[in-house]
């Protein structure tokens, strides 16, 4: 399976993982790379199992036929985080997209993933809708993870978007603050898809990881997981459509404010 | 896997902007921190060696085993002194080339002690002695007896630089990968080698080499000749 | 100033070596116009005391008073495996930061001429000696401690170097201090024995 580095790096699957294999008797090996990565993997062949969360990159693998099965499971959001300073005062912006034209408007710094993660093509849609963009030697490209970027920008007084579970679990370390949330446009879905093509056991497997997670007991492990005392991730509501990428949890929005 | 070989070399021959950006980074930090560890190492060795027999030893024994620190240990440790919690952030150095020329000075400058204290040690004490009774000042002495080892020193020299240019531990952690700032040959090809972009990790992966077997060439060339 | 007054080097009940190895020194006042022969068999000290005249190495017990004249160069060890620097010959020469005319008689006086710009390294043990020597002399020290300096040397480098030092001390400029367990003979020169004996602790 090939996730990405925020679902590793929460700790989702180390706690839940072992109980499908509990319960199904099947093991599981986790790949965590970027989004596009993800789906790289997965139609390369070396993964039968993909849960990213890069709406773009999946809508253009579905097109292509690369990724079947394809099923939101669960959402959190994407936050800002920036110094306490806040020198390009996001925290009165309107929207996500307002919060990222003060940025380039302003003289701050802005540390970029720069790789083909999920978070990654998330800023990148943010800056086209806001229709700037920072100055190049205030947009720091890194290359990095998570983990690495949030800490380059914390030590640079930056801003950066980075999802809520990874920000949390590293936050005691940083001197970033979350300091604008909510809006669609921060609304951070996860699905998950397998590999089209397999067969027999491989197949057998691949299904019931993927629907264990999106209908079966996983269900509910998600949404029980809780990381430094906060619920990580919310499952896909009931009801709400899930099979593109470009669905949104209904009536969930006002939830990740 | 051909075919990206020659987009990598096309890339090298037409100068693409970015693979020389990054090489300009790798050869900026480390030769700097080379030269940093030439001007401090060699007059330290000089005193090491000029204090006696036991310091000698003891100076070659912290050598070695400073010179077999891991990368990412020495990156780690300078990590936690330049971050802003840590006793020297207020330098804002942490996410710079001035820090990861520093880890790479760290890196080699154990090695340089090693190789140029051990070959001063080998000289014979009537090297120092007709020195001191023909009257040559601390500081000319110093000079000569430095020349009289230069092969070592060369050889030293060219180890450490490729030591310092094919590391990737320190530049990675300390340096932050920046674009257009901190990222150089070894941390691109690190992070950057799963974004599909295969013909740029590949032409500076043969850069690397090519830099490295220089420079190994160099020192092994030197070596002999002592 | 007669020139017993002018005594260099002043030695009393004077140990020189190692701990473990020393060597008691008759004493001696070291003056000029003479060739002082430090004599003894092999391994008794005679490099010691020569080293510790030149400073090189401290003396173990016992006195030794140094009287040099303020300006010039003092006193200049030469090795009996004598050490020559990476380079030509003339840079060797030049390591007491000798007058070119200083440098240029020494190397005359042995037969350097010809090889000055020769690599030293690679010259014969007698014409590395030759060089040491010729070395030492541009420095022009009161006073020339040697060590074993005529193993290697042919007979056209002797008779130079005999000849050079005669010229030397006739002229009062240097005391010289020869450390050989053979026989040595100077024209003209008075030489003084200093008979090293080993001493028991």
Not at chain 2, 113 to 122: D, F, K
Request: aromatic share 6%; with cysteine; hydrophobic share 45%.
């Amino acid at each position: 399976m090939a996730t990405t580095t925020s679902v590793e790096n929460s700790g989702l699957l180390a706690e839940i993982l072992p109980e499908f294999t509990k319960q199904r008797h099947i093991t599981v090996e986790v790949l965590a790379v970027g989004s596009g990565q993800a789906l790289n993997l997965l139609r390369r062949g070396e993964v039968a199992v993909g849960l990213t969360h890069d709406p773009g990159a999946e809508a253009a693998a579905l097109s292509a036929a690369a990724i079947t099965g394809y099923r939101k499971i669960m959402f959190n959001d994407f936050i800002i985080v920036g110094p306490q300073a806040d020198p390009a005062a996001i925290a009165r912006a309107t929207t996500a997209v307002d919060a990222f034209r003060k940025i380039a408007e302003s003289t701050a710094t802005f540390v970029s993933r720069g790789d083909t993660s999920g978070t990654h093509a998330r800023e990148q849609e943010l800056w086209a809708q806001a229709n700037r963009r920072p100055a190049a030697d205030r947009l720091l490209d890194v290359g990095q993870g998570m983990g690495g970027t949030l800490r380059v920008a914390s030590e640079r007084g930056g801003y950066t978007l980075s999802d809520r579970a990874t920000f949390e679990q590293f936050r005691s370390g940083l001197r970033l603050m979350p300091l604008f949330q909510g809006g669609p446009e921060l609304v951070n879905t996860y699905a998950v898809f397998t590999r089209p093509g397999l067969t027999g056991s491989a197949l057998a497997t691949a299904t019931a990881l993927a629907d264990w997670l999106a209908d079966g007991d996983g269900r509910q492990r998600i949404e029980s997981f809780v990381a430094n005392g906060q619920k990580v991730f919310h499952i896909w509501p009931t009801g709400s459509p899930r099979g593109a990428p470009s669905d949104l949890p209904a009536g969930e929005l006002a939830r990740v404010r | 896997m051909f075919a990206e070989i020659g987009r990598a070399l096309a890339l090298i021959v037409h100068r693409d902007v970015e693979v020389w950006q990054i090489t300009g980074v790798s050869i900026a930090v480390s030769t700097s921190a080379v030269v940093a560890a030439v001007a401090i190492g060699l007059p330290l060795t000089y005193v090491l060696a000029g204090s006696g027999p036991r310091v000698t030893r003891v100076g070659m024994w912290c050598a070695h085993s400073a010179a077999a620190l891991p990368t990412v240990v020495v990156g780690l440790t300078l990590y936690f002194v330049l971050s802003a919690d840590g006793p020297l952030g207020w330098t804002k150095l942490l996410y710079t080339r001035t820090a990861m020329a520093v880890g790479q000075l760290v890196l080699t400058l154990p090695l340089l002690i090693a190789v140029v204290l051990g070959a001063l040690h080998r000289l014979p004490a009537s090297a120092n002695e007709a020195l001191v009774t023909h009257g040559v000042t601390p500081a000319r002495r110093m000079a000569w007896l430095l020349w009289e080892v230069r092969t070592a020193i060369a050889s030293a020299t060219f180890l450490a630089f490729s030591r310092a240019f094919t590391e990737l531990g320190s530049a990675l952690i300390v340096g932050g990968n920046i674009r257009g700032a901190t990222r150089t040959l070894t941390t691109y090809i690190a992070l950057e080698y799963n974004r599909g972009d295969d013909a740029r990790a590949i032409a500076l992966g043969l850069i690397l080499i090519a830099v490295a077997l220089t420079a190994n060439g160099l020192m092994h060339a030197f070596m002999t000749e002592q | 100033m007669t020139r017993a007054d002018r005594t260099l080097i002043r030695t009393r009940d004077l140990l020189v070596g190692y701990r473990r190895a020393a060597a008691a020194v008759p004493d001696v006042d070291l003056s000029p116009g003479l060739v002082w022969h430090v004599t003894g068999p092999n391994g008794s000290g005679k490099t010691a005391l020569l080293k510790t005249i030149a400073g090189l190495l401290q003396p173990i017990a016992g006195s030794l008073e140094r009287r040099f004249a303020q300006r010039s160069c003092r006193a200049i060890y030469v090795h009996s495996t004598p050490y020559l620097f990476a380079g030509s010959v003339r840079r060797n020469l030049s390591l007491a930061r000798p007058a070119r005319e200083h440098l240029e008689s020494a190397a005359a006086t042995f037969g350097l001429g010809p090889m000055l710009d020769r690599d030293a390294t690679i010259l014969s043990n007698g014409e590395q000696r030759r060089v040491a020597l010729a070395r030492a002399i541009a420095g022009r020290p009161q006073l020339l401690l040697v060590d074993e300096p005529e193993g290697g040397l042919d007979e056209e480098a002797l008779a130079a170097w005999r000849a050079c030092m005669v010229r030397a001390i006739e002229e009062g400029d240097t005391a010289l201090v020869v450390a050989t367990h053979r026989p040595i003979a100077f024209d003209g020169i008075p030489v003084r024995e200093i008979r090293l004996l080993p001493y028991r602790t």
